[in-house]
């Protein structure tokens, strides 16, 4: 028999959210200005900072992982790789009901640049929902 994938646990703390940072957490609407993406990118950096200090404590390493976004989170996925932690990015933009790929069709070279383990696609479906939606998406699958 031959395993294929991944087959061993994994936690991840997942922190990727864009939009939800954004318009959520800190009420911001728009293009944000370099300013307010330094204050999303420092929210994160604690985030990641409690996740170190989790492995620091006990936490098994080989167990941890982190799912992040390149946006706010470049910093930390440059960090983590030089560690050798667990890593995850999204591929997928932020908040869209369709799938479509973060930087269109650089979208490789993006994820590739952060050498990420995995590499995170979310695809909304609802068999319920918008009929033309779900066709669409059935077509691009």
């Known amino acids: 028999m031959r395993t294929i994938g991944f087959d061993k646990p994994l936690y991840i703390l997942p ?7 954004q318009t959520k957490m800190f009420g911001w609407k728009g293009t944000l200005t370099s300013d307010q993406t330094a204050q999303i990118a420092a929210a994160k950096q604690v985030i ?3 996740f170190v200090s989790a492995l620091e404590s006990g936490v098994p390493r ?17 960090n983590a790789l030089v560690h050798g932690y667990s890593t995850a990015c999204p591929a997928e933009k932020s908040g869209q009901d369709e799938f479509d790929f973060e930087y269109g069709d650089d979208f490789a070279e ?23 939606l779900n066709t669409g998406r059935q077509q691009r699958a």
């Open 110 to 132: 993006h994820i590739e640049s952060f050498r990420p383990t995995f590499c995170k696609v979310l695809v909304r479906y609802n068999p319920e929902g918008d009929r033309a």
């Open 48 to 50: 990641y900072d409690a």
């Open 15 to 21: 922190f990727d959210h864009r939009g939800s940072f």
């Open 62 to 78: 080989e167990k941890a992982g982190i799912l992040v976004d390149e946006q706010f989170g470049a910093a930390i996925l440059r």
